[in-house]
């Protein structure tokens, strides 16, 4: 456990690492480094994700772009998130202006706002014991009454 939150701390060599380890066709697939030196998870690997993703980047781009320069293309991406802070970048693709559209862009959260992030809250993700918080086992066990409710959502 210890080397894995030594790992986690040092993000910015791992960032780096993952950079270089992606496959260049999966350029759409990789962590950017934000305004405030915060990062941002982009997972676009399919053609309505891409689409959407380049948008919202203000880039007219398309899949073939991927493969006809992907160097150029991950150069271009890392200069954009550069510009906006994480938590506005975050702000873009979970709400405002794009609501109803996904571009599987997730923020990269420290330990301690991963049990606050949001969805983490929703889907109760942690369990509180005073002051300190722990993962909820997986899978879950649900009443019936909470599984409906989570159906609900569906």
């Known amino acids: 456990m210890a080397q894995l939150v030594e790992q986690w701390t040092a993000k910015t060599s791992v960032m780096a690492r993952l950079s270089t380890e992606i496959p260049a066709q999966l350029k759409t697939s990789l962590t950017y480094e ?3 030196k915060k990062w941002v998870a982009v997972g676009a690997l399919e053609p309505k994700f891409n689409s959407t993703l380049f948008e919202i980047l203000g880039m007219e781009k398309n899949m073939a772009d991927m493969y006809a320069d992907p160097a150029g293309l991950t150069a271009e991406m890392e200069q954009i998130f550069k510009g906006k802070t994480r938590d506005e970048w975050v702000a873009l693709f979970e709400g405002g202006s794009t ?17 606050e992030y949001r969805h983490n809250l929703e889907r109760r993700n942690f369990t509180r014991d005073g002051d300190k918080s722990f993962p909820q086992p997986a899978p879950r066990m649900y009443t019936k009454e909470e599984f409906r409710k989570l159906m609900s959502k569906l």
């Open 99 to 115: 609501i109803g559209k996904n571009a599987c862009v997730s923020p990269v959260l420290d330990l301690d706002e991963a049990v």
């Open 34 to 36: 934000t305004k405030d």
